[in-house]
């Protein structure tokens, strides 16, 4: 006895009632939903409105032929595995049927196991070239969200934010300031069942120290001077939904206590109050620092870091995101342009190369600063070198401290280091500036306020080396 | 006169596994519902052709000939097949009655095949 295959959405067409009883009592029997059309406009109305996983097709119907019919299910967008059945086992009439989208051809009389393997194997190639679509769609995923990005770094990024949405595991999200760890916890909720609940975002190094439990516990009347209303707080806000602790390492070491006594027990106190709520929250942490850092130096609690650290997010830098430079920012010309009634078109070659090469320290709120100022301070049409800040023409030496500097001296930023070689930056700087002045040996000179002759002997020395 | 022997009127190996394939009580629906096919197409197949509606004539022929062919009723596949096919030169009156002698044939060898 064979295996019983998955039972499947299966519509007959077939108007010779003895053929079609035969075909009804097998797909019965093999387990199938099954529903049967005797003419091809039947079919077509049950295929748009049922859409069946197999179609099977006599090519000879009353109203149009089982050809005619294949072409116009095809451009009503009818998904299904099509089998055509016919009384004439010629090549022509299989390639043609091919030709039209069938996946397969079955010669009248045919057995019940004849039947069931040919459907069988139409079901398990469709499942297959579904699955196939499925993977390349998420494969090549230019947004996900509130991202923009195609890069493999970002690739990894949605696949994980998809895995453990569904999850109520706390996620701590890491990555250099800018990345966008927010937009990165609100695809987390928005992915997630909660998604119809609150998303409460609190950034724990934007609030005052002594303001931080009343924000995230909430307060009672009266409870310190100020308190003139019950608070509810941002945890019972995020009841049923998600609470988003940004930059949780700059969390004073006693908020950490009761944080860590929240996580455990999902209870909220408020301040003042003497009455524990158990809330239903899932809690989404993040940093630009090295939390694991922080912990060995002492700063942050390590029971609470392995509560907080079950799935772990880590936000690439723009650097290290390729093409997905370019993509965003013709994305977010687009939106500026629409915002402020420019009618920007994108980017010239000039400006393009200019923005790829850029290392974006500030990663993608610093590429939404360059090109908001772009668009605000010019008329429109496309976006010229010109219009961009003069660092993004000079390279990494002009460019300053990344924007998370105050962060980055109390700890290591996470990601790999902007800073790069003396030489690097030298040939680097060097070869923008000669291509900022179209070879111009001398004007690029003036441009770094160096000698020529430097530049020609650099230039030299590179062309020995190779 | 056309005579057909039960054995000819069916091909044992679509009959016959139409028989095992199909539970007995379904296998004598698909033969009624083969019966009330044979008697609709046989008698729109004699108005068409009493009609001079060829096209009538030859729709006709052909689910009889699709209908014979599910079970295996080889005989009166044939007669439909010529029946359906414009280009051969036997008239109506010619070809009608030898495809009523294959139906009656292969209607009594289905039965005997549940009997």
Same mark, same amino acid.
């Given at each position: 006895?064979?295996?019983?295959?998955?039972?499947? =959405?299966?519509?007959?067409?077939?108007?010779?009632? $003895?053929?079609?009883?035969?075909?009804?009592? #097998?797909?019965?029997?093999?387990?199938?939903?099954?529903?049967?059309?005797? !003419?091809?406009?039947?079919?077509?109305?049950?295929?748009?409105?049922?859409?069946?996983?197999?179609?099977? @097709?006599?090519? @000879?119907?009353?109203?149009?032929?089982g050809m005619e019919l294949m072409r116009r299910l095809k451009a009503q967008g009818v998904n299904a595995a099509c089998i055509v059945l016919t009384a004439h086992g010629s090549v022509n009439t299989a390639v043609e049927a091919m030709r039209e989208g069938a996946t397969d051809f079955l010669l009248k009389p045919y057995a019940a196991a004849r039947l069931r393997v040919t459907l069988e194997n139409a079901l398990e190639k469709r499942a297959l070239r579904q699955a196939l679509d499925t993977a390349q769609t998420v494969l090549r995923r230019d947004h996900f969200h509130g991202f923009i990005g195609a890069s493999p770094a970002m690739q990894a990024v949605y696949r994980t934010i998809e895995s453990v949405a569904g999850s109520k595991a706390t996620v701590f999200i890491s990555g250099e300031s800018g990345?966008?760890?927010?937009?990165?916890?609100?695809?987390?909720?928005?992915?997630?069942? =909660?998604?119809a609940k609150a998303f409460i975002a609190l950034n724990c190094g934007a609030i005052p120290r002594d303001l931080l439990e009343s924000e995230i516990f909430g307060h009672v009347k009266g409870a310190f001077t100020g308190a003139t209303e019950n608070r509810i707080g941002a945890a019972r806000a995020a009841d049923g939904g998600t609470l988003f602790l940004d930059e949780i390492g700059e969390m004073p070491a006693e908020m950490q206590v009761k944080l860590l006594r929240f996580v455990q027990t999902g209870q909220v106190t408020p301040v003042g109050g003497t009455r524990a709520?158990?809330?239903?929250?899932? *809690?989404?942490? %993040? !940093?630009?620092?090295?939390?694991?850092?922080?912990?060995?130096?002492?700063?942050?609690?390590?029971?609470?870091?392995?509560? *907080?650290?079950?799935?772990?997010?880590?936000?690439?830098?723009?650097?290290?995101?390729?093409?997905?430079?370019?993509?965003? &920012? =013709?994305?977010?010309?687009?939106?500026?342009?629409?915002?402020?009634?420019?009618?920007?078109?994108?980017?010239?070659?000039?400006?393009?190369?200019?923005? !790829?090469?850029?290392?974006w320290p500030g990663n993608v709120r610093q590429l939404q600063?360059?090109?908001?100022?772009?668009?605000? /301070?010019? %008329?429109?049409? $496309?976006? $010229?070198?010109? #219009?961009?800040p003069g660092l993004l023409l000079h390279g990494l030496l002009l460019q300053g401290a990344p924007s998370?500097?105050?962060?980055?001296?109390?700890?290591?930023?996470?990601?790999?280091?902007?800073?790069?070689?003396?030489?690097?930056?030298?040939?680097? /700087?060097?070869? %923008?500036?000669?291509?900022? !002045?179209?070879?111009?040996?001398?004007?690029?000179?003036? *441009?770094l306020d160096v000698n020529p002759s430097t530049l020609y002997r650099k230039l030299t020395a590179w062309k020995k080396e190779g | 006169m056309h005579k057909v022997s039960l054995m000819s009127a069916l091909d044992p190996e679509v009959a016959g596994q139409l028989a095992e394939d199909l539970p007995p009580d379904v296998f004598r629906t698909i033969i009624s $519902?083969?019966?009330?096919?044979?008697?609709?197409?046989?008698?729109?197949?004699?108005?068409?052709?009493?009609?001079?509606?060829?096209?009538?004539?030859?729709?006709?022929?052909?689910?009889?000939?699709?209908? &014979?062919?599910?079970?295996?009723?080889?005989?009166?596949?044939?007669?439909? +097949?010529?029946? #359906?096919?414009? +280009?051969?030169?036997?008239?109506?009156?010619?070809?009608?009655?030898?495809?009523?002698?294959?139906?009656?044939?292969a209607l009594r060898a289905l039965h005997a095949l549940i009997n």
């Amino acid at each position: 006895m064979p295996a019983p295959i998955p039972a499947a =959405r299966v519509l007959l067409v077939e108007d010779t009632p $003895t053929q079609a009883e035969i075909a009804k009592a #097998m797909l019965r029997d093999f387990g199938h939903d099954m529903r049967h059309a005797e !003419t091809a406009g039947a079919a077509l109305e049950i295929a748009q409105e049922w859409q069946p996983d197999a179609i099977l @097709v006599d090519l @000879v119907l009353p109203d149009f032929s089982g050809m005619e019919l294949m072409r116009r299910l095809k451009a009503q967008g009818v998904n299904a595995a099509c089998i055509v059945l016919t009384a004439h086992g010629s090549v022509n009439t299989a390639v043609e049927a091919m030709r039209e989208g069938a996946t397969d051809f079955l010669l009248k009389p045919y057995a019940a196991a004849r039947l069931r393997v040919t459907l069988e194997n139409a079901l398990e190639k469709r499942a297959l070239r579904q699955a196939l679509d499925t993977a390349q769609t998420v494969l090549r995923r230019d947004h996900f969200h509130g991202f923009i990005g195609a890069s493999p770094a970002m690739q990894a990024v949605y696949r994980t934010i998809e895995s453990v949405a569904g999850s109520k595991a706390t996620v701590f999200i890491s990555g250099e300031s800018g990345t966008g760890k927010e937009v990165a916890a609100e695809a987390l909720h928005q992915a997630s069942p =909660r998604r119809a609940k609150a998303f409460i975002a609190l950034n724990c190094g934007a609030i005052p120290r002594d303001l931080l439990e009343s924000e995230i516990f909430g307060h009672v009347k009266g409870a310190f001077t100020g308190a003139t209303e019950n608070r509810i707080g941002a945890a019972r806000a995020a009841d049923g939904g998600t609470l988003f602790l940004d930059e949780i390492g700059e969390m004073p070491a006693e908020m950490q206590v009761k944080l860590l006594r929240f996580v455990q027990t999902g209870q909220v106190t408020p301040v003042g109050g003497t009455r524990a709520e158990k809330v239903d929250v899932r *809690l989404v942490c %993040a !940093t630009n620092r090295d939390i694991l850092a922080e912990v060995q130096a002492g700063r942050f609690r390590e029971d609470l870091y392995y509560r *907080l650290y079950v799935v772990p997010v880590v936000l690439p830098p723009l650097r290290a995101r390729g093409e997905d430079v370019p993509l965003i &920012a =013709r994305h977010l010309l687009a939106a500026y342009s629409r915002e402020e009634g420019k009618g920007f078109t994108g980017f010239d070659d000039e400006a393009e190369a200019a923005i !790829t090469t850029y290392p974006w320290p500030g990663n993608v709120r610093q590429l939404q600063n360059v090109l908001r100022n772009a668009v605000v /301070l010019h %008329a429109g049409g $496309t976006v $010229t070198r010109a #219009m961009l800040p003069g660092l993004l023409l000079h390279g990494l030496l002009l460019q300053g401290a990344p924007s998370s500097a105050p962060a980055a001296a109390a700890s290591k930023p996470v990601g790999p280091s902007p800073i790069e070689p003396l030489v690097v930056s030298e040939r680097r /700087l060097i070869l %923008a500036a000669l291509e900022h !002045t179209g070879q111009d040996v001398l004007r690029a000179a003036a *441009l770094l306020d160096v000698n020529p002759s430097t530049l020609y002997r650099k230039l030299t020395a590179w062309k020995k080396e190779g | 006169m056309h005579k057909v022997s039960l054995m000819s009127a069916l091909d044992p190996e679509v009959a016959g596994q139409l028989a095992e394939d199909l539970p007995p009580d379904v296998f004598r629906t698909i033969i009624s $519902t083969f019966e009330d096919d044979l008697s609709r197409l046989a008698h729109e197949l004699a108005e068409a052709a009493q009609a001079g509606d060829q096209e009538g004539y030859e729709r006709a022929a052909h689910s009889l000939a699709g209908a &014979a062919a599910a079970v295996g009723a080889t005989g009166l596949e044939r007669e439909a +097949r010529i029946a #359906m096919d414009h +280009r051969q030169p036997e008239a109506p009156a010619v070809v009608l009655p030898r495809l009523l002698v294959e139906a009656e044939a292969a209607l009594r060898a289905l039965h005997a095949l549940i009997n």
